[in-house]
């Protein structure tokens, strides 16, 4: 993998690890505020769902922190314990976030729709991806008679460029949702001012998990492009 990779990669998950520790600490400061219409995550999100008409999302609780999120398949809007019966502004943010996903399948947004349809492929490179990691780790020279070094530089370039371009579509998507959803509680006046606040500035480090996400899949795949030039030189 050479020491480039280990440095990229290091170098990323040392970012998105400070940057996930601001996230979790602005939502455990934003928790400790309870909300003025103390209304629980839960009970926000299904009213999100109901002003946008949309009858057929369930609201449920899951286990885990963070672990909130929109299944476009099952049609659920999936909230952390936390999240779910939080009367504050960090879990109304988060509520209201999964729930403008939520508006956003209702809607037929062409960003969501897409990145839904390069799930598999994503998976798939991750699997591809990981075969290759394991073969050159563990296979030795066996692998590279098997797999030359430049075939296997060209796929992982693929893997790579279907990472970058998944993070890319990922951003609008995010940040769409974000926007739908700061605009409800404002003018369905969910939050006050101050609290309002609190909700965007929670939701803006939640974005910035995904910015870090797309900027490191793309430093990756311009890593890997310039080590399959180098080599044809």
């Known amino acids: 993998m050479g020491l480039g990779y280990l440095f990229i990669a290091g170098f990323f998950m040392l970012i998105g690890w400070l940057v996930s520790s601001r996230l979790k600490s602005k939502f ?8 003025s219409k103390d209304l629980t995550g839960a009970e926000v999100a299904r009213l999100m769902l109901a ?11 899951v286990e885990g922190q963070l672990t ?5 398949t099952s049609k659920t809007v999936n909230l952390s314990q936390e999240v779910f019966y939080g009367r504050n502004a960090a879990a109304t943010a988060v509520a209201s976030h999964e729930c403008g996903h939520a508006v956003q399948h209702a809607q037929a947004y062409s960003m969501l729709q897409l990145r839904s349809a390069m799930v598999p492929v994503q998976n798939i490179s991750a699997s591809v991806l990981n075969f290759i990691f394991m073969a050159s780790i563990f296979g030795g020279f066996f692998a590279h008679s098997f797999l030359p070094w430049n075939t296997a530089i060209l796929i992982m370039i693929v893997c790579y460029g279907v990472f970058a371009l998944f993070a890319i579509v990922t951003l609008p998507v995010e940040l769409d949702a974000s926007r739908r959803a700061l605009a409800w509680v404002k003018t369905r006046n969910i939050v006050t001012p101050n609290e309002y606040d609190m909700a965007q500035d929670a939701l803006k480090w939640a974005a910035m998990t995904y910015v870090v996400a797309a900027i490191g899949a793309i430093t990756m795949l311009a890593y890997y492009v310039m080590q399959y030039l180098g080599a044809r030189d």
């Open 28 to 35: 455990k400061e934003y928790s400790l505020v309870h909300l």
């Open 68 to 72: 909130d999120h929109y299944d476009p």
């Open 51 to 61: 002003d946008n008409g949309i009858q057929d999302v369930q609201v449920i609780s």
